[in-house]
């Protein structure tokens, strides 16, 4: 009878063990379903759960099973109090063979709802140190009491039940902690930009994005090409479809190809498998193929022949592979001059190049400045109140030409927070070499651009020959000081 008995409580286990690690069902349903499992496997009547909210320190009723459970989900129980609480204070268990003469029973939780309990017994839910909870067994269906041997089986099972809490717990966590990355990667994905150049770009990727035309995004290195080719796949019918970039000017020719284009198992030494290329991947999505402009010529032969005939081969394969991707397309090069050398195909230029966006260096659009200063800052300061900067340290930053764009912005704002010993950044936090010609004078902005660039630097210049003084800097430059304010207004100066 014992040997019977044990085998069918192993037996039992092994159902619960499966309903833990199989099942994918919501963790309510779940729950309901385990306590019902304890309840036929020990006999007992009725069986509850019961979850410590770490907040208020009470316990709260979470699951029951029987006719009562919908009203003893009213109850709150602080830790401490009636066997549960105690249960949940201590975190070791606790079985009572005759509730009603226990002075540690709260009467008034059965009461209330009428429930007629002699015996209890109450398991901590409980993982490593932590307790979540705690799980009741009241009664036997033979009325019999609690035998240590059925103590030893709902011991075990409420163990089980903790470790799965913890698991579920953790998977929460993790669920936060993806959130918490989720807003941290849409950060990086924020375009800051008021300024009328930038407007532009922003207006016409918009319009770009939901066509299947090829893009490529032009300007100078730390512009944000990048930036603005996740733009357009955000803004597309395909953003919920791939989005994979390659960089084309990291890789050598033969490496570029199998990347793109897949392989087949054993097309070449140490092809011991089959692997689907970028071009699979993105199937349906959009490719982003980054620094095209140093693509080897023959390679561009072959993206080329792909996106004419939308089909390719996996090296070593023999089927023709269709597939549905978007190209953009990036480059700080300017690819007319390398058509004209003859480092770039000119078909396959015509074919990257149906639209071209031209993002602006920073150098043109100083408005921006201090937007991206302050988003920066925000950005770098991680959990702590950003910080500010001195006054004086802005004009700086507007004047200065910003050869690597945005990027450089964005890495000298990184290093001036984290070397920060103050609150306020100093203009020594910002060392720029001032040797670099601080406008740009080279043609392709208008005269306007040009010389309002001019002007912001020459009035800081002279701003900072009289200390900030206005009136005197008026004097020097020969204007009225109403102009002079009018002007260091409208050009973003202070
Ligand atoms: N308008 C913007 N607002 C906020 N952040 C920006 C903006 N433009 C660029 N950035 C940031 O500046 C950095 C450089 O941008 P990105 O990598 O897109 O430049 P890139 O043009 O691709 O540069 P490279 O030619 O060197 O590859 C990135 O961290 C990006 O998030
Ligand atoms: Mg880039």
Avoid at 28 to 40: C, K, M, P, S
Avoid at 166 to 194: F, H, W
Avoid at 310 to 319: I, K, V
């Amino acid at each position: 009878m014992e040997r019977i008995q044990a085998d069918a409580n192993i037996q039992t286990l092994r159902h619960i063990s499966s309903i833990f690690t199989e099942t994918h069902e919501a963790l309510d349903d779940l729950l309901e379903e385990v306590i019902n499992t304890a309840t036929a496997i020990v006999g007992v009547k009725n069986a509850s759960l019961l979850l410590l909210d770490e907040k208020s320190h009470t316990l709260q009723f979470y699951q029951a099973s029987g006719k009562k459970k919908g009203e003893l989900k009213q109850f709150e129980i602080p830790a401490g109090m009636g066997i549960a609480g105690i249960v949940a204070e201590t975190g070791k268990p606790i079985v009572s063979n005759d509730v009603q003469n226990d002075e540690r029973w709260l009467r008034q939780v059965s009461d209330t709802v009428s429930l007629d309990v002699e015996r209890l017994a109450s398991f901590p839910l409980k993982a490593g140190d932590k307790v979540y909870g705690v799980v009741q067994y009241l009664d036997k269906k033979d009325g019999e009491e609690f035998t240590k041997e059925d103590e030893e089986i709902l011991d075990r099972f409420t163990q089980m039940m903790a470790r799965f809490f913890q698991v579920t717990q953790s998977r929460e966590q993790l669920g936060k902690e993806l959130d918490q990355l989720k807003q941290k990667t849409l950060q990086n994905y924020v375009i800051v930009g008021e300024s009328e150049p930038i407007k532009e770009c922003i207006s016409q990727a918009e319009r770009v994005a939901d066509s299947k035309a090829a893009v490529l995004i032009t300007g100078e290195s730390g512009t944000g090409k990048e930036l603005f080719a996740h733009l357009i796949h955000d803004r597309s019918r395909r953003q919920n479809q791939p989005y994979i970039s390659i960089s084309c000017g990291a890789l050598p020719a033969s490496i570029l190809e199998r990347e793109l284009f897949g392989h087949e198992k054993g097309a070449f030494t140490g092809a011991d498998s089959r692997k689907i290329g970028l071009f699979e991947a993105a199937d349906k999505g959009t490719l982003f193929l980054d620094e095209i402009g140093e693509m080897p010529l023959d390679m561009q032969v072959k993206l080329l022949r792909v996106l004419q005939e939308e089909n390719f081969m996996r090296l070593g394969g023999t089927h023709p592979i269709q597939v549905d991707v978007r190209i953009l397309s990036a480059t700080n090069r300017e690819l007319e001059k390398c058509v004209q050398e003859g480092t770039f195909r000119q078909d396959l230029f015509y074919r990257i190049n149906v639209i071209q966006l031209k993002l602006p260096p920073l150098r043109e659009r100083a408005k921006d400045v201090p937007d991206l200063v302050s988003f920066f800052l925000k950005k770098h300061s991680q959990d702590q109140r950003p910080k500010k900067l001195d006054k004086g340290v802005l004009p700086h930053l507007m004047g200065y030409s910003w050869p690597g764009n945005i990027r450089q912005l964005e890495n000298s704002i990184e290093r001036a927070v984290v070397l920060a010993t103050e609150n306020e950044l100093s203009r020594e936090s910002f060392p720029f070499d001032d040797h670099q010609p601080p406008i740009d004078v080279d043609v392709g902005q208008s005269l306007k651009d040009a010389s309002d660039a001019f002007r912001r630097v020459f009035i800081k210049n002279t701003l900072k020959s009289t200390s900030g003084n206005r009136t005197k800097a008026a004097k020097i430059l020969e204007v009225q000081r109403s102009y002079l304010s009018r002007l260091i207004k409208e050009l973003g100066i202070d």
